[in-house]
């Protein structure tokens, strides 16, 4: 479980994130909305480790991870994959090196991380004879399928995807959509989704709901088109009718 206490995290002197509560199931997706820039990324960094609160506390299974040592952090958040916004792959790296690299880093020999590499293609519906492409001769959508590979390649036991499927059609998407599903169900990983995407509703166990520094719902998917929660119903109707207003 991923229990989130009264997290505040500002950046020059302003609030992004306002005394937020949140907790994260084990084992299920839950997917976080909310209009761009509220302030949905430096929320999954500051769960990753990536950028440090201001206040509150961040427990993941009862270990309370904003106070543990450089190098504590360092080992635990191996147990954590983050899927960056925008693939952000390593354009000068070929997919096999993009995939293995945290084990190449960690001296492990190409022989014996190439298998390793086709199996966690493979698990994303690639096939190997990719891995030797560069990033910049592959589509939009396997791009986000090679950095979700490459997060798999560490076992972990909770994924963070930043806008998984922000920018690709809408095939792609439910290919997309349906892989973390399918994973979600083999692997059994806590996974939190951040998205812009009404789609996702039907993949995910949980919806949470940022606005203005704090969660304003959170709720089962499956009842969300029925919510009477203001913010929700604005939210959706804001979505369904034109584009997201921006601030
Ligand atoms: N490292 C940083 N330094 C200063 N301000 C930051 C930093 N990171 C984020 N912010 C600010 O925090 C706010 C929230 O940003 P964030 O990237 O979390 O938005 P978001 O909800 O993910 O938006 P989008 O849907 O467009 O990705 C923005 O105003 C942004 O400028
Ligand atoms: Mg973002």
Redesign the pocket.
Known sequence: MITIKHLTKE??GRK?LDNLNLELPDGKMTVII?R????????LKSIIGLLYPTSGSISIDNKEVTRLSERERETFYKTCGYVF?FAALLDSLTVFENVGLSLLEHGLKEEEVRPLVIEKLALVELHSDIMDRYPSDLSGGMRKRVGIARTLISHPSIILYD?PTTGLDPITSRVVHELMRDMQKRLKVTSVI?S?DLEVFKYVDYVALLYEGNIKYFGEASTIWESDNPYIYQFIRGLTTGPIQQN
């Open positions: 950046f020059n992004v909310g761009s820039g509220e302030g949905k990324s430096v929320l916004q806008e951040i812009h």
